[in-house]
């Protein structure tokens, strides 16, 4: 009896998780379509990070991780970048220091 209903129960959790893995990338709505557009926004949005970090570390302004992320490491070096150029210090990539690096603006 106690192995019958391990058995039960384990051909349910079986059953639960094969459909989740199925139901996971089943498009509900048509705004699944635009879930697709998000990541491809955020892969593009990532790599303009990716090269603005570059550059800023090709100019000697930033010493961390390339990784695509505007952290605090990130908002100082663009700060001092600003002040070594005379922009105004903003700490965002406004479209004078996309410019001056290479980068769309924020």
């Given at each position: 009896?106690?192995?019958?209903?391990?058995?039960?129960?384990?051909?349910?959790?079986?059953?639960?998780?094969?459909?989740?893995?199925?139901?996971?990338?089943?498009?509900?709505?048509?705004?699944?379509?635009?879930?697709?557009?998000?990541?491809?926004?955020?892969?593009?949005?990532?790599?303009?990070?990716?090269?603005?970090?570059e550059a800023l570390r090709n100019k000697g302004d930033y010493?961390?991780?390339?990784?695509?992320?505007?952290?605090l490491r990130t908002r100082a070096s663009i700060r001092s970048?600003?002040?070594?150029?005379?922009?105004?210090?903003?700490?965002?990539?406004?479209?004078?220091?996309?410019?001056?690096?290479?980068?769309r603006s924020e």
């Open positions: 009896m106690f192995l019958a209903t391990k058995i039960v129960r384990a051909g349910i959790a079986f059953t639960l998780l094969t459909t989740a893995m199925f139901v996971r990338d089943f498009p509900w709505s048509s705004s699944a379509t635009h879930s697709n557009q998000e990541r491809a926004a955020t892969f593009v949005i990532r790599d303009e990070i990716t090269k603005m970090q010493r961390g991780n390339i990784d695509g992320v505007i952290g970048y600003q002040k070594a150029e005379n922009l105004p210090i903003t700490a965002q990539v406004d479209t004078q220091t996309a410019d001056g690096l290479g980068v």
